[in-house]
């Protein structure tokens, strides 16, 4: 499976954008970008993902590098409820399993 | 949108004996179910996939006669981990996929053996 690079953690003000960059040097045409985070002691929420044009919802927005190589995860105004961890991961159309790196840890004072 | 859900939400066992937790999509099939575990300050590691009413293909590493899946229905999977010790105790997650919700998670069993 391609893998993705995240840092490790990110901090963020209140109410401020927050952009969470991640790299995926080997990624292949059919391969999604997938976001996902998760809360203390709960299961990963979905995000969103794209594949290759820029993508908006109302949690997110996702930047896609023209190239493909690394996206961006864009919260365009940060909550504390936005504190978690979030996962940047590949995968294709086909229903193989997700595979978690370590992720960003994202923290948001107030 | 989709739901899935994961039962019990915790669930604290004697060592020795097996705890069964249930995972069901509710308003979707899911044509491929998984089971992650998850240790302390640590991302979630993919245990097994399964698929509807074939065997479950497991991880490497994951012991299949003590992590037993059963997959009988397309809205419904469980896990049972057998003669369960406290190395077993960690956070297990279960995430169903389809064509077209994508894939959702449920919200995790917490596992303790003492």
């Known amino acids: 499976d391609a893998k993705t690079t995240q840092p490790n953690s990110m901090e963020s003000n209140e109410e401020e954008p927050v952009h969470l960059p991640c790299n995926h040097s080997?990624?292949?045409?059919?391969?999604?970008i997938h976001w996902y985070r998760q809360l203390p002691s709960q299961g990963p929420e979905y995000v969103i993902h794209?594949?290759?044009s820029n993508v908006n919802n109302r949690m997110a927005s996702l930047a896609i590098a023209e190239d493909r190589k690394s996206s961006t995860l864009i919260l365009h105004r940060a909550t504390l409820r936005d504190a978690a961890v979030y996962y940047c991961?590949?995968?294709?159309?086909?229903?193989?399993?997700?595979?978690f790196g370590k992720g960003t840890t994202l923290s948001v004072s107030s | 949108g989709a739901v899935v859900s994961q039962h019990p939400s915790w669930v604290i066992c004697k060592s020795g004996t097996s705890v069964k937790i249930e995972c069901r999509s509710l308003?979707?099939?899911?044509?491929?179910m998984f089971w992650y575990r998850q240790f302390p300050k640590q991302s979630l590691m993919l245990m097994a996939t399964?698929?509807?009413?074939?065997?479950?293909?497991?991880e490497q590493g994951v012991e299949k006669d003590k992590f037993l899946i059963n997959h009988a229905s397309l809205t419904l999977s469980t896990l049972t981990v057998t003669s369960a010790h406290p190395e077993d105790s960690s956070f297990y997650i279960c995430?169903?996929?389809?064509?077209?919700?994508?894939?959702?998670f449920g919200s995790g069993t917490r596992l303790t053996v003492v």
């Open positions: 995430s169903a996929h389809s064509r077209g919700w994508g894939y959702t």
């Open positions: 080997t990624i292949s045409g059919t391969d999604y």
């Open positions: 308003d979707f099939q899911a044509t491929t």
């Open positions: 991961i590949l995968a294709n159309q086909a229903g193989t399993a997700l595979i």
């Open positions: 399964s698929n509807e009413g074939s065997k479950a293909t497991y």
């Open positions: 794209g594949l290759t």
